[in-house]
Structure formats: C-alpha cells, structure tokens
C-alpha cells in the first residue's frame, strides 16, 4: 500500500503493480484517483500511463481515496508531500499518513513493514514517525512491524526507467528482518543494495 499518489509515489506503484505486485494507491485528492482508476496518469511521465493500464487490467493496482476497508497489507509506503516554506520542511501529509498507517497495523497480525520515501532530514523516521506509529498502533517499531527509510533518485521526465533500473536500492532500518523483506520486495532489480541506519 502506497500513501500518496504524487511523482514519487505514483511511479513506485505502477512499477512494483508492474512486477506482479498487489499495489493499492491512498490520496486524498479525488482528481487523482479518478485519473488513475481510468487509466490515466494525472501528471505526464515518459511510459507511466501505459503501466497504470497494465495494472488496472491485470487487477495488479486500484487506487482509493483513503484506508477504509484495508484489513492487511506487507508494506505499507509513506509518499507523500513534504513541501518547504522559508527552509522548513511540513511533514502534516507524512504524519497523517503515519497516523493512519499505525490504526490499520494495530489489528494485524503480521509483521507489516512502514518504509519511508517522502524527502524528510535526517532524524524524521525514528524521531518523529516511529513514535506516531507507535502511539497509534501500540506496537513497538523492529520488534511488531518494521520501519525503514527507502530512499528515490528519480528524475523527473525519465522517473519510470529510473525506478526500473536502479543502481542501488538502500535500505536504512535497524532490524534483519525488515531488510530481508525489503530486500525481497526489490528481488526483480539486480543492483547493490546497501543496509544502513535510518
């Protein structure tokens, strides 16, 4: 499951739909989400729109306006705009995503992995998020659901090609098990992956 449906958030879905993923797409912004559940991508991006058709088709992506009815998911993603204002970052749309990630995995039974691709500073995910999963579900982050920091070096105009031709995957969190699933997740890629602290 992927909050935001922005660049970043967008390209990911269509590509892990791509690869045989079961991918649910949550934004808030209606406009989008009827683009994307009619085949079209909202904001123009060399080859995204024919993989939004291809994952409609074969039933691999949908896309909705919130989390109701989600009873489990393996890996939730947190996409979602961080803009700046005079050099300060407003994480309002990650911590609600956060918020609302932490209800959904405070029922499952699983070991759901919450990994982070929204352009925060350093500190964010085990400062800030980590404790807004962690209130919200009443679990505990590496021992009940894992939390991780996966970074995106897309480019605008070619997003696409470079999700599907990464050089390098990291993948920042503190337990083995988050990183084995992450890294399984990512199987279809053969590029360096490199583990390190969020």
Known sequence: MI??????GLVTAACFANNGHDVI???PDEHKINSINSGRAPFYEVG????????????KLRS????????RADVFFIATGTPTHNGEINLDQ???????????????????????????VPGTTSNVLSSIL??????????????????????????????QNPDRI????TDSSTYKIMQS?????????FNTTP
Request: proline content about 2%; glycine content about 10%; charged content about 25%.
């Open 48 to 59: 995204l729109e024919a993989l939004i058709q291809e994952g409609l088709n074969c039933g």
């Open 3 to 8: 909050f935001g449906a922005g660049f970043v």
């Open 185 to 193: 997740l990512y199987s279809n890629y053969m590029c360096d992956f």
């Open 170 to 173: 990291i993948i920042g969190c």
């Open 134 to 163: 962690e209130k919200e579900s009443g679990k505990t982050a590496g021992k009940d659901f894992g939390l991780c920091m996966n970074p995106e070096f897309l480019r605008e105009g070619t997003a696409v090609k470079d999700f």
């Open 64 to 71: 909705q306006l919130d989390s109701a009815n989600i009873n």
């Open 25 to 27: 797409c949550i934004d």
């Open 94 to 120: 990650t911590k609600e995503a956060s918020e609302a990630i932490g209800k959904l995995i405070s029922d499952m039974d699983n070991f759901p992995i919450v990994a982070i691709k929204s352009t925060v």
